[in-house]
């Protein structure tokens, strides 16, 4: 039901990258579908949710996840959503024990950060949008107002689309040649002419390390390639499916 990762397993925290195995939900959103944003039936996709929060310890609304839009923006929580609170961010951080940060992704680079010393976590939903825009820069600097210490914040990326499976055109190129030509490294010649092939997760992961933070690692899975436990957007598009299913990584610090 869910994968852990040995940098993140340290005294006082708790956390999963879940898989799409284990919840209640049915066609092309077996099983764990935890997406309030897609369309299936929010009964079951409440349920889904329920228990990734039992798995976790916690009471359903302690399992805590952001209205994402794909920016750089981070919410400081300090426990479940106040009623018509703002959600909407990529990334969450807290300081408060036993409240579950969780991200949703089905293709996107999910991170999760926790510095153990000070007992502050941090949860960002990263594609390239929000990787160039700043989002996981403004969580450790989220994370640091809460009393961490970057060089003691450790961070890990879970399940995210490969860079054999991540194809884009001629202007996605371009438009990260042009920020930097360092950027080139990330991409290989497509088999189609004007096309490439993008590596996210070392985009994600290198950016992390030129933060200076303690460790920084990934999961190294594919949710395209990995259709049992995973759902993916780009799957879904390639198919011509009306819809899909996404997971979510969470993280939790104990009192």
Request: charged residues 25%.
């Amino acid at each position: 039901m869910k994968i852990e990762a040995n940098e993140l397993n340290c005294d006082g925290v708790t956390h999963g990258f879940f898989t799409r195995n284990g919840g209640v939900s049915r066609g092309f959103y077996e099983s764990l579908n935890i997406g309030l944003g897609s369309d299936d039936e929010r009964p079951l996709v409440l349920e889904n949710r329920k228990r990734i929060a039992e798995t976790l310890g916690i009471a359903p609304e302690y399992l805590v996840s952001p209205y994402q839009i794909h920016s750089p923006d981070v919410i400081t929580v300090e426990g479940p959503w106040a009623e018509g609170a703002d959600r909407k961010a990529d990334a969450l951080v807290t300081k408060t024990p036993n409240v579950a940060l969780g991200v949703a992704t089905a293709d996107c680079g999910p991170i999760l950060f926790a510095d153990p010393e000070a007992k502050v976590i941090g949860a960002a939903h990263s594609g390239w949008k929000g990787a160039i825009s700043g989002v996981m820069e403004n969580t450790v600097e989220a994370m640091e107002k809460l009393g961490a210490n970057k060089h003691n914040i450790r961070a890990v990326l879970g399940p995210t689309i490969s860079q054999n499976s991540y194809e884009v055109g001629q202007e996605f190129f371009e438009r990260f040649a042009d920020m930097s030509q360092a950027n080139e490294r990330y991409f290989i010649p497509s088999s189609r002419a004007e096309h490439y092939m993008f590596d996210l997760p070392v985009f994600i992961t290198n950016r992390l390390k030129d933060l200076g933070l303690a460790k920084v690692a990934s999961i190294d899975v594919c949710t395209y390639v990995d259709e049992n436990r995973f759902f993916s957007y780009r799957r879904t598009t390639h198919r011509k499916e009306p819809d899909y299913g996404r997971q979510i990584s969470a993280i939790m610090i104990g009192a």
